[in-house]
């Protein structure tokens, strides 16, 4: 079936330094959201994009999506112990169709 | 406003053992989904819902059956436990497809099947 290829799989940082995950997918996607999931916790809605080669940010984190609607990335910028989690990105295709997630790791 | 709500929040099944887990949602959601997450994975989808008295099949239903008579409330039920059903179960809603389908999630329940 459709997939979206999310990587990578893990990233290990030291604190203060940056963080990048990308979703991959060989359609077009009608729209692309990404999850937040602290260790423990329930995936939580971060953002929405929708349109080709729309950026947005929250504070330190930026989302774009791709020119032909084919990826996305979230980039974290200065990383701080509490962005420690699992990020998720997901397109709507009647379901929402889920990447692997990638897991933010800060070293200690 | 809740939000999602779950219940349990933790269980403990013997093999063969039956059960309900009951989510219930306060935001008005047409949509709603069962999901389950195992150690270390992503989400996989058991069943859905596009509303009252509809229920459809996900990516893994094999061994679950649920029921939606209620708008708020999506059960999830499992006839006869598996070990291979220890997992955490997250509920989820939406208002609907497409562009309205930002999913919110309950706390999730936490089952192990022995």
């Known amino acids: 079936g459709q997939q979206v290829m999310q990587i990578p799989q893990y990233q290990h940082v030291q604190e203060g330094e940056d963080f990048t995950t990308y979703c991959n997918s060989s359609?077009?996607?009608?729209?692309i959201q990404w999850y937040k999931q602290r260790p423990g916790g329930h995936p939580v809605f971060l953002i929405q994009?929708?349109?080709s080669g729309e950026v947005k940010k929250q504070k330190r984190l930026t989302f774009q999506f791709g020119e032909a609607k084919k990826n996305s990335s979230l980039h974290i910028t200065a990383t701080q112990t509490t962005d420690v989690g699992t990020y998720f990105c997901?397109?709507?295709?009647?379901?929402?169709?889920w990447g692997a997630g990638t897991k933010l790791i800060i070293k200690p | 406003n809740a939000g999602v709500t779950q219940t349990p929040k933790f269980r403990v099944l013997k093999t063969g053992q039956s059960m309900t887990l009951l989510c219930a949602q306060d935001?008005?959601?047409?949509?709603m989904y069962w999901y389950r997450q195992d150690p270390g994975m992503g989400l996989r989808l058991i069943h859905y819902?596009?509303?009252?008295?509809?229920?459809a099949k996900g990516e893994v239903p094999d061994g679950y059956n649920v029921s939606r008579l209620k708008k708020q409330n999506f059960l999830l039920g499992l006839e006869s436990a598996a070990p291979s059903q220890t997992s955490v179960y997250f509920c989820?809603?939406?208002?609907?497809?497409?562009?309205?389908?930002?999913?919110?999630f309950g706390p999730g329940t936490r089952l192990l099947v022995l």
């Open positions: 989820a809603s939406s208002i609907g497809t497409g562009v309205q389908e930002t999913q919110y």
């Open positions: 935001m008005n959601h047409e949509y």
């Open positions: 819902s596009v509303g009252e008295g509809t229920t």
């Open positions: 359609t077009t996607l009608s729209n």
């Open positions: 994009l929708v349109k």
């Open positions: 997901a397109y709507s295709n009647y379901q929402l169709i």
